[in-house]
């Protein structure tokens, strides 16, 4: 038989001694941390939310009294790293960064060897940011209106790029499609660089990537941003209408959140912990402030609005792939 973390929490309940086991997890809880904290993030290097946990976690080292490490596990659509979270031990040592695939990939892929919610054990919500959809500076559609009604009167004309297949982009032009009924030819990319590229190069017409990758073009005048998906407007762009007023009830609301999660059977006294570590870091305006700047909304969420807000993500992105016809991996 193999050995595997359920393997052991089972035969440990069996023991006689099992309050005794709950006490040494006590015990730990109460010297936690006493070695690094290693954070997996499934995702390359360099990306925004990897930039900005890193800062985190030099702040975190300080108030754990350990050193926090960032340690990027990417590949196959963030299912290894998220995997390797799922299959490690609940310490509080091994914990997980992510972001919409967690929610997304039980649609995406036929098969992931993990349950985003019975394997994992929320810590802290920790970043926010919707999609917004732009069009080149230069594009005649200065609303949603604009782009819906040329859409339906040239049914076909229209393309938008995204960075590949579950991405934000993705997720939100097929939702407008199905909002509208209109049709829009989706044409994916390599990440957020190249899909503003294919705009300005004129091979697509419109997109719909996170909020902050577009922020500094649509501020420059380079791109237009004619509404965002979250349910309120967003401070940076105030003047941009959400989705919900440019469709009035056929509007939707999608956004990529950004946490910290465990292996489930992490002791809630570990979890607390790390929340309050993470929780006192975000709250600093030297890390908050620039994270805000550059277009995200900062959560700080406990841990059971974390499970709650996953299981709402895994039914929205669920009902996408379910109405659009995307085709599972």
């Keep these: ?90 310490d509080g040592y ?65 393309s938008y ?27 994916p990319y390599r990440g957020a660089p190249d899909v503003l590229n294919s705009l300005f190069a004129g091979e697509t017409q419109l997109s719909f990537p996170v909020f902050p990758s577009a922020l500094a073009q649509v501020k420059a005048g380079k791109l237009r941003g004619l509404a965002v998906t979250s349910p309120r407007r967003m401070p940076q762009l105030p003047d941009v209408p959400t989705m919900h007023e440019a469709l009035g009830a056929r509007g939707f609301d999608i956004e990529a959140d950004n946490g910290i999660v465990a292996p489930i059977g992490t002791p809630r006294a570990i979890v607390a912990r790390l929340y309050q570590a993470f929780a006192k870091v975000l709250a600093d305006p030297n890390v908050s402030g620039p994270i805000v700047a550059a277009g995200y909304q900062v959560l700080g969420t406990k841990p059971e609005e974390v499970a709650q807000r996953i299981a709402k993500d895994i039914s929205t992105y669920r009902d996408v792939v379910r109405v659009s016809g995307i085709q599972p991996e």
Excluded at 72 to 78: D, H, V
Excluded at 122 to 145: C, E, H, Q, T, Y
Excluded at 161 to 179: R, T
């Design 1 to 90: 038989m193999t050995i595997t973390r359920r393997n052991l929490l089972a035969a440990a309940a069996t023991f006689a001694g099992a309050p005794l086991s709950r006490v040494a997890f006590a015990q730990e809880a109460s010297s936690f941390p006493s070695k690094p904290v290693r954070i997996i993030m499934p995702y390359q290097a360099g990306v925004p939310f990897d930039a900005y946990l890193r800062g985190m976690a030099q702040q975190m080292t300080g108030d754990l009294g350990q050193a926090v490490v960032i340690e990027n596990k990417p590949g196959a659509g963030a299912n290894i790293g998220t995997e390797y979270v799922a299959r490690a031990i609940a």
């Design 161 to 187: 790029s995204s960075g590949g297949v579950g991405s934000m982009a993705h997720f939100c032009g097929e939702s407008l499609k199905s909002a509208t009924g209109i049709q829009l030819l989706h044409i």
């Design 94 to 158: 091994t914990l997980l960064a992510y972001g919409l695939n967690l929610a997304a990939n039980g649609s995406l892929f036929k098969k992931i060897n993990y349950d985003p919610v019975k394997d994992f054990t929320p810590v802290i919500g920790l970043i926010r940011n919707p999609g917004m959809l732009i069009v080149p500076a230069d594009s005649p559609f200065k609303s949603v209106a604009d782009l819906i009604a040329h859409a339906k009167a040239k049914p076909g004309s229209l």
